[in-house]
C-alpha cells in the first residue's frame, strides 16, 4: 500500500465532509430532537419525565465515553468497519426499542445500544476527517458540523409529523431506519493510508504515548472546563428568560436564533482558522474568551435588545470554538494518533459536559436566580483559555515542528525499504 | 309568579286567592316531578319540598344593566317583602336552615345603553365610547348581546340578575324575560335604585328541563338583551385520532375538569348511530376509572374493526354531556413496509459506493503503478544519499503535521 506523505485536502475529502456532516446529523439531531418523544413515551409508560429523560442522558454518556473504544478499533481496522458496524447497531437499538414495554427495555436499546453504536461512528468519522485535510482542516469541521444544526431544526418536526401518523413504535421503526443511514456514510470513509501511520504503532502504543505528552493533556485539561461552560447557556437560557418575564414563545424563538448564528460562527471560524496563519491554538483562545465574556456579561442584561444581541454573539462564538477545538488536535498529537486523541479527549470532555449543567442548576436552586450559573461558565471557559496558552508554540509566529514530526523523520529513515513492499503488494 | 311580578303595585290584598290557585296547578305538577314554580308558594306539601330541596345549593347570577327606579321602594326592602311569599310560610326557619349552608354563587354582567343618535355618526361615537369603557366592563358596546355561561352539575337554586342602565326615562322601559323563545310570566322581579334598573328571575333547577338559555330584555328604543346559558359541564375526550396496532391494547380517557358525574357510560359510534358498548365477554373492554371526573375504557387484542369513533356520556343529574375519541388501528405492516423500502435505499446506497470505489480503483491502478514506480525510485535515490533523505523528508514531514 502507498502511504501518502500529505493528506490530500480535497478531492475524495469532501466526500468525506459530507458523510460526517450527515453522520452529525443522524447522531446529534436525533440526540437532540429525541425530547419529542418523550411526550409520548411518559403517556405510554404513565412514568415521570425524569425518569424518561434518562433514556437520552444514558445516550450520550454511552457515545462519550465510548469514544475511545471507537477510537481504538478504528486504528487497527480502519474507520469505514467500525463506523459501518456502529451504523447497525444505532438502527438495531431502535428497532429493539419499538418493542419495548417498559421504560428499562428502552433504557438498555436506546440508551445502551443505539449510545454504544453512535460511540463507534462521530470520533472515527471526525478523525478520519482531519486526516483527510490540513489546510483546510478548520474549513472542512466546521462544514461537516453544521450537520448537528440543521438537523435539529429539520427533525424535530419530522419526529412529531411520524408520531401523528404511527404512533410512538412505528415512528421509532422509522427512526431505526433513517440511522441506518450511518452505514452508507461509513461506506464513504476510503481508508487513507499516511505517512505516519506505521510509526505510531499500535492503539495500545499510542494511548500510552498521548497519556505522557504534556501539551496533549494541557489541551485535555483545557477542553474539558471549556466543556463545562458551553452547553450552560443552551440548557438554561429558556428559563432565565423566563425568570425575566419572556413569554415561551419569543423565548424559543431566540433560542433558535442562537442556534443559527451558531452555523454561522461554524462555517466562519472554520474558514478563518484556515486563513490565519500560524498555530489554531490561538484562534481556540479567542473565541473561548470571547464566549467566557459574553456569558459573565449575561446577568448584566437586562434589556431586551441587549438580551437579543447578547445571544446572537454567544451563538456566534460557540460555534466558532468547535472546529477551531477539534483542529488543534492534529497539530499537537499529529494525524497518526488523531483516531486515539480524539478518542481520549472525547471521554474525559465529557465529564465536564455531564457536569456542567447540574452545577448550574445547582447554583441556580441556592442563589435563587441565573446570574451565579453564567458568571460560573463564563469563568469556567476564561479558565480553559488560560490553560491554552501554555500549549507550545502558541506566541510563535511562524508554523510550529512539534516532536512528532520530528519522530516520524527519525523513523523513517530507519524504515526507508517500506515502499518496496508494498509496491509487490499491489 | 305573579304575586312576584306584583312590583309595580301593591297586589297585597289578592295574594292569598292567587296562592290558593297555584295549590292545585302545583300538586299535579308535583306528580309529574317537574315544577317551575312551586319551591316558592305555599303548600301543605311543603315540608315534602324542602327535604327534597335541602340539599340545593343557592346560586345568583347577575347581568348588570343600568336601569332607573320604578317604584319607590328600595331594593332590599323590595326583595325581601317578594321573598316574603316565598319564606311566610309554618316552614320559613326550616328553609332558611336548609340555606344557610348552600353555597351562593354570583356572576354579573353589566349592559349601558348608549345615546343612539339618529344617523350612522351616532354608531361611531358609541364604537369610541365603547372602546374606552371597555377596559372596566366585560361587555358594552351596545348593539352586542350580553351573554354568560353557567355550568351546573346539581340541582340548585339559580338566581339570576340583569342591571340595566337606560340612557333616557326608567318608566319606559318594558322588561320581560324568556327562556329560549318562550316567554316566562313568572319569578321575576323588577326594581330600581338611583339610574340602575334590576331584574332577578330565579329558578330551581331540578332536571335537565331547567336548563338552557335565559335571557333578559330591556325595551328601550333598542331592546338590549342579556342571556344566561345554562349548561352541564363539558367533556373532554382527544381532539387527536389515538393510532394503535392490531394486537395492542389501548386505553380511551374522557375527563371533565371540576366535575363529579352520577354515571359514565360508553357507546361506540357508528356514522350516527351509537351502540352502547355493555359486558363484555373475554375481557375485551373494562370501564374503570380512578377519580370521579375520569373514566377510562381499556379495549384489549384490538383488530382492524375496533377502529372509530368512541363516545363518553357522563350522566348528570340536570342532564348528560359526551366527549368523543377517535381511534385508528394500523397493522403493522404499515411502518414495516417504509422501514424495509428504506433499509433496501441504504443497501443500495452501500452498494453503489463500494462499486464506485472499486471501479476507480481499477482505474487508478495502471498509473498507480508507475506513480508508486516513481516513488520508489525516488526513494531509492534518497537512500543512496543519506544527507539528502532527510532534507526533502522533513520539511514533506512538516507540512504533513500542520
Known amino acids: 500500500m502507498a502511504y501518502r506523505a500529505e493528506p490530500p485536502d480535497g478531492g475524495w475529502g469532501w466526500m468525506v465532509v459530507l458523510s460526517a456532516f450527515f453522520q452529525s446529523a443522524l447522531v446529534f439531531g436525533v440526540l437532540r430532537s429525541f425530547g419529542v418523544f418523550f411526550v409520548e413515551f411518559v403517556a405510554a409508560f404513565e412514568e415521570p419525565a425524569a425518569r424518561v429523560s434518562w433514556i437520552a442522558s444514558i445516550g450520550i454518556a454511552v457515545q462519550q465515553f465510548g469514544s475511545p473504544v471507537g477510537s481504538v478499533l478504528s486504528t487497527k481496522f480502519g474507520p469505514r468497519p467500525v463506523v459501518m458496524t456502529g451504523g447497525i447497531l444505532a438502527a438495531l437499538g431502535m428497532l429493539l426499542a419499538s418493542f419495548a414495554t417498559s421504560l428499562t427495555h428502552l433504557y438498555l436499546s436506546i440508551g445502551l445500544l443505539s449510545g454504544s453504536g453512535w460511540a463507534l461512528t462521530f470520533t472515527p468519522t471526525l478523525a478520519c476527517l482531519s486526516r483527510y485535510f490540513s489546510r483546510r482542516r478548520s474549513l472542512a469541521t466546521g462544514l461537516a458540523l453544521t450537520g448537528v444544526g440543521l438537523s435539529s431544526f429539520a427533525f424535530a418536526p419530522l419526529f412529531q409529523w411520524l408520531l401523528n401518523h404511527y404512533a410512538w413504535r412505528g415512528a421509532l421503526l422509522l427512526v431505526s431506519a433513517l440511522s441506518l443511514h450511518l452505514v452508507a456514510c461509513g461506506a464513504l470513509l476510503r481508508p487513507l493510508s499516511l505517512a505516519e501511520d506505521p510509526v505510531v504503532g499500535g492503539p495500545g502504543a499510542q494511548i500510552t504515548s498521548l497519556l505522557c505528552h504534556g501539551p496533549f493533556l494541557r489541551y485535555t485539561i483545557a477542553i474539558t472546563l471549556i466543556n463545562t461552560g458551553y452547553f450552560i447557556p443552551y440548557v438554561h437560557l429558556v428559563a432565565h428568560l423566563r425568570d425575566l418575564g419572556w413569554d415561551p414563545l419569543p423565548a424559543a424563538f431566540l433560542l433558535s436564533v442562537a442556534a443559527i448564528s451558531d452555523l454561522v460562527g461554524r462555517v466562519a471560524s472554520g474558514w478563518l482558522g484556515d486563513a490565519v496563519p500560524g498555530p489554531v491554538a490561538r484562534l481556540l483562545m479567542l473565541w473561548t474568551t470571547l464566549t467566557g465574556v459574553i456569558l459573565a456579561l449575561y446577568p448584566v442584561a437586562e434589556v431586551p435588545t441587549g438580551l437579543v444581541a447578547l445571544t446572537v454573539a454567544y451563538g456566534f462564538t460557540s460555534g466558532a470554538l468547535t472546529p477551531v477545538a477539534f483542529s488543534v488536535l492534529p497539530e499537537l498529537v499529529g494525524t497518526g494518533k488523531i483516531y486515539c486523541g480524539l478518542g481520549l479527549v472525547q471521554m474525559v470532555e465529557s465529564i465536564g459536559g455531564l457536569l456542567g449543567a447540574p452545577l448550574s442548576g445547582y447554583l441556580r436552586d441556592v442563589t435563587g436566580n441565573y446570574t451565579a450559573s453564567f458568571v460560573v461558565a463564563g469563568a469556567f471557559l476564561l479558565a480553559g483559555s488560560g490553560v491554552l496558552i501554555t500549549l507550545p508554540h502558541f506566541f510563535c509566529v511562524s508554523a510550529p515542528t512539534s516532536k512528532p514530526q520530528d519522530l516520524v523523520t527519525e523513523a523513517l529513515d530507519t524504515k526507508v525499504p517500506l515502499p518496496e513492499e508494498g509496491l509487490g503488494e499491489d | ?402
Open chain 2, 1 to 402: 309568579m305573579r304575586a312576584l311580578q306584583g312590583l309595580r303595585g301593591p297586589r297585597a290584598p289578592s295574594l292569598p286567592l292567587l296562592l290558593l290557585c297555584f295549590l292545585a296547578a302545583v300538586r299535579r305538577s308535583l306528580e309529574d316531578g317537574l315544577s317551575t314554580a312551586a319551591p316558592f308558594t305555599s303548600l301543605p306539601v311543603q315540608e315534602e319540598m324542602t327535604t327534597k330541596y335541602s340539599n340545593l345549593s343557592l346560586e345568583s347570577h347577575n347581568l348588570s344593566v343600568t336601569a332607573a327606579p320604578i317604584t319607590s321602594l328600595p331594593v332590599q326592602e323590595e326583595m325581601r317583602t317578594k321573598a316574603a311569599p316565598i319564606t311566610s310560610l309554618p316552614v320559613r326557619e326550616e328553609m332558611t336552615t336548609k340555606y344557610s349552608n348552600l353555597t351562593l354563587e354570583s356572576h354579573s354582567i353589566s349592559m349601558t345603553a348608549m345615546p343612539m343618535k339618529e344617523n350612522n355618526k351616532g354608531n361611531q361615537i358609541c364604537v369610541d365610547r365603547g372602546i374606552m369603557l371597555q377596559r372596566n366592563v366585560t361587555l358594552e358596546r351596545p348593539n352586542m348581546p350580553a351573554e354568560k355561561n353557567i355550568t351546573l352539575e346539581r340541582p340548585s337554586n339559580v338566581e339570576l340578575t340583569c342591571q340595566f342602565t337606560p340612557s333616557g326615562n326608567l318608566n319606559s322601559v318594558n322588561v320581560t324575560w324568556k327562556k329560549g323563545d318562550k316567554l316566562l310570566e313568572d319569578n321575576y322581579l323588577v326594581n330600581a335604585t338611583g339610574s340602575i334598573l334590576y331584574t332577578q328571575y330565579r329558578v330551581a333547577v331540578i332536571n335537565s328541563k331547567q336548563m338552557g338559555s335565559y335571557s333578559c330584555f330591556f325595551g328601550e328604543k333598542k331592546q338590549q338583551r342579556g342571556t344566561f346559558n345554562l349548561k352541564v359541564p363539558e367533556i373532554n375526550g382527544k381532539n387527536k385520532p389515538l393510532i394503535t396496532y392490531v394486537g395492542d391494547s389501548v386505553v380511551l380517557i374522557c375527563k371533565c375538569q371540576d366535575c363529579l358525574p352520577l354515571n359514565w357510560t360508553w357507546y361506540t359510534g357508528n356514522g350516527s348511530v351509537q351502540v352502547p358498548i355493555g359486558v363484555p365477554v373475554n375481557d375485551k373492554y373494562v370501564i374503570s376509572g380512578k377519580h370521579a371526573n375520569e373514566t377510562k375504557l381499556k379495549i384489549t387484542q384490538l383488530s382492524e374493526d375496533d377502529q372509530g369513533t368512541y363516545w363518553c356520556h357522563a350522566i348528570f343529574e340536570l342532564g348528560e354531556s359526551e366527549g368523543h375519541v377517535e381511534l385508528v388501528v394500523l397493522s403493522y405492516l404499515v411502518p414495516l413496509k417504509a422501514f424495509c423500502a428504506i433499509a433496501a435505499e441504504v443497501v443500495l446506497l452501500v452498494a453503489i459506493i463500494l462499486l464506485f470505489e472499486k471501479y476507480t480503483q481499477k482505474k487508478k491502478k495502471p498509473s498507480d503503478d508507475g506513480k508508486e514506480i516513481e516513488q520508489g525510485e525516488q526513494l531509492k535515490l534518497d537512500d543512496s544519499n543519506g544527507i539528502e533523505n532527510s532534507g526533502p523528508r522533513h520539511r514533506k514531514n512538516e507540512s504533513v503535521g500542520q
